[in-house]
Nanobody, 124 residues
Framework: VQVVESGGGSVRPGGSLRLSCAAS????????MAWFRQVPGKEREGLAA???????HYADSVKGRFTISQDRAKNKLDLQMNNLEPEDKATYYC???????????????????WGQGTQVTVSA
C-alpha cells in the first residue's frame, strides 16, 4: 500500500486548507485511514480516523475544526482544516492500516503505511 499526501501550504490564522491523500495498492476494503501531524521535538499526534463505512473519530484538539472524508472509489482521503491556528503548524501525514472498526481511532497505534508528509504553516 502506498499513500501520498498533497495540499499543504501556508495560511493566515483563521484560514483554511484542504489536504488530500491518494492511496493505492490495497484490496482490503476494511482499511482504516487516518491523519496525523508532528512538530519537531514532539510526539506524533493522531488527528482523525475514518473506517471503510465512513465512521469518523477526532482528537479533541481538532474536533469541530477539521473534517476527515474519503472517496473509496477513488482511493482518496481528505482532511478539511478550518479556522487554523498557529499551533496547527506541523508536518501532516496520512496513514493506513488494517484495523477493525473499534480500533480505527486516531489514538490507535500500529499504523502500517505512511505517506511522506506535507507541511502546513499558519502565520500572520
Amino acid at each position: 500500500v502506498q499513500v501520498v499526501e498533497s495540499g499543504g501550504g501556508s495560511v493566515r490564522p483563521g484560514g483554511s486548507l484542504r489536504l488530500s491523500c491518494a492511496a493505492s495498492g490495497y484490496t482490503d476494503s476494511s482499511l482504516c485511514m487516518a491523519w496525523f501531524r508532528q512538530v519537531p521535538g514532539k510526539e506524533r499526534e493522531g488527528l482523525a480516523a475514518i473506517d471503510s463505512d465512513g465512521t469518523t473519530h477526532y482528537a479533541d484538539s481538532v474536533k469541530g475544526r477539521f473534517t476527515i472524508s474519503q472517496d473509496r472509489a477513488k482511493n482518496k482521503l481528505d482532511l478539511q482544516m478550518n479556522n487554523l491556528e498557529p499551533e496547527d503548524k506541523a508536518t501532516y501525514y496520512c496513514a493506513a492500516a488494517q484495523k477493525s472498526w473499534a480500533e480505527c481511532l486516531p489514538a490507535s497505534v500500529g499504523w502500517d503505511y505512511w505517506g511522506q508528509g506535507t507541511q502546513v504553516t499558519v502565520s500572520a
